[in-house]
């Protein structure tokens, strides 16, 4: 991806992401079709030492190519705590939100309800986010209560993630999320968020 590199492109990227990351600059369609073969010939079962090294790489952009190779290997329950080991280095909501749904179809429900409470506020939010897109599979119960445990945080990241896997639940079952709206006391954030769309 170096030869890409576009340093005023990589300026902005780092601005939006409040200067915590360098960037090279290089635009999402141009990353995954730079990285096209390298990540085609991986598919059959998760490369853990290429990860780690995107991971350890200073470019933001690195991350996301580790992001888009879990996203398409067979992941499992043996996966998850290595993968909140990158849940936890280098957080940020991009990184973070590209995590939750390799993450979701690796864990069981017990691994999440175990994050539900975890003490960072990443882990969290995966577990919040874990079931986004499910549709009539999301379990239900499991969502209610991860959510239930983690009401009152006063955490942005947090409040925005409930908010988000209600919205997104609300597509499927929008009295229900109503419902749980209705039972209980959310943020003002939160709220605006799950009814967005209601």
Not at 49 to 54: A, G, S
Request: net charge neutral; hydrophobic share 45%.
């Amino acid at each position: 991806m170096r030869p890409l590199a576009d340093p005023v492109r990589a300026a902005g990227m780092s601005a939006y992401m409040r200067g915590q990351f360098l960037f090279l600059g290089v635009a999402t369609p141009d990353r995954r079709a730079a990285v096209q073969e390298v990540l085609r010939g991986r598919r059959k079962a998760v490369d853990r030492e290429l990860v780690e090294e995107c991971w350890a790489a200073a470019e933001r952009e690195f991350q996301y190519v580790a992001c888009d190779h879990l996203r398409d290997v067979p992941l499992g329950p043996g996966d998850v705590t290595w993968l909140r080991s990158l849940v936890v280095r280098r957080s940020w909501w991009d990184t973070v939100d590209a995590l939750a749904k390799p993450i979701g179809r690796a864990a069981t429900s017990e691994q999440m309800r175990d994050w539900a409470a975890d003490g960072d506020l990443w882990v969290r939010r995966v577990a919040i986010l874990h079931q986004l897109g499910l549709r009539e599979a999301t379990d239900e119960a499991l969502l209610a209560e991860i959510i239930r445990v983690n009401l009152g945080s006063d955490e942005f990241f947090i409040d925005k993630a409930i908010g988000w896997a209600l919205r997104e639940y609300a597509k499927t079952a929008p009295g229900r999320v109503r419902d749980f709206l209705a039972a209980h006391e959310v943020s003002a954030l939160t709220r605006r968020e799950a009814l967005k769309h209601l």
